[in-house]
């Protein structure tokens, strides 16, 4: 073999597996010390998130919900104006799972798992042992989200061990909170559409702390960080990561080389 065939070869073999390495799944996620659901979307806030999640993959109508709950609260039905203007929706009672097979098999259905908030919050939705429940499927929920499957949670008000089912090195929740003014998007937040209206004006209820940084702060309160997310990320190793994947502009070289190399190649044929 000559050492052009040599050198395409390997290229090629470089690029195959360089892609299979950086294009795996990944999931993205959304936390939020807002209870955004019981106040009907907080003015399109809901819709927002769920944007930044969706992160234009595919059109917003074939993007589906499903949505968790207990049987305290009002959020199990989703009212006017909430979740809006994406695919189906897909309500279950966190005690109709059977086991975490079940729960798996919920989670194969939908595009998003959403969370409601802590009964601390008032009004809201998921008790403490609705959030045990949840926890109790952290390998489901890990599985769901390193397959590319994303999750929308509300606030845990009162319950600093509402997210669990994420690894506890990844988020830890703040001591609860109340008031419905001071908080500001962040640049970042800023970038996917939050505005004032939607972060005002509505009681809210816990902040985040000792966060894996992996993390983008989107909403503050002075120091206090209410709302963060992330895309592209994977559960694993006690811990959650971003899963880099390849620039364009990497793939546009790599493509370059192998047309060059090809170009060479037929050049000394000839």
Excluded: W
């Excluded at 010390?33 to 944007?51: A, E, F, R």
């Excluded at 970042?188 to 702060?217: E, L, Y």
């Amino acid at each position: 073999m000559s050492i052009y065939k040599r050198t395409l070869a390997g290229l090629a073999c470089a690029t195959a597996a360089f892609l299979a390495i950086n294009t795996a799944s990944a999931g993205n996620i959304y936390l939020t010390g807002h209870d955004v659901l019981l106040h009907s979307g907080q003015n399109g806030y809901d819709n927002v998130i769920l944007d930044y999640l969706r992160a234009g993959s595919e059109p917003a109508a074939n993007y589906n919900i499903g949505l968790v709950r207990g049987f305290d609260g009002s959020v199990g039905t989703v009212g006017t104006n909430t979740l809006e203007g994406f695919g189906t929706i897909t309500t279950r009672d966190l005690t109709s799972f059977a086991d975490s097979a079940s729960f798996s098999a919920f989670l194969s259905t939908v595009d998003v798992l959403v969370i409601p908030s802590h009964t601390s919050c008032g009004g809201c939705d998921l008790s403490s042992a609705d959030a045990d429940i949840l926890e109790s499927f952290a390998s489901g929920i890990a599985a769901f989200f390193n397959a590319g499957g994303d999750i929308y949670a509300n606030s845990g008000a009162t319950d600093t061990t509402f997210y669990n089912f994420l690894p506890a090195s990844a988020v830890a929740s703040g001591t609860s909170i109340s008031g419905s003014t001071g908080f500001t998007a962040t640049a970042a937040g800023t970038a996917i559409g939050i505005t004032s209206d939607m972060i005002n004006g509505f009681p809210t209820h816990n902040r985040f702390f000792d966060f894996a940084p992996v993390f983008t702060t989107f909403e503050t309160r002075d120091t206090e960080v209410i709302s963060i997310g992330l895309r592209g990320g994977t559960i694993g190793g006690g811990g959650i990561i971003i899963t880099s994947v390849p620039e364009p502009s990497i793939l546009s070289l790599l493509a370059i080389s192998l047309l060059g190399l090809g170009i060479i190649r037929r050049r000394k044929e000839v």
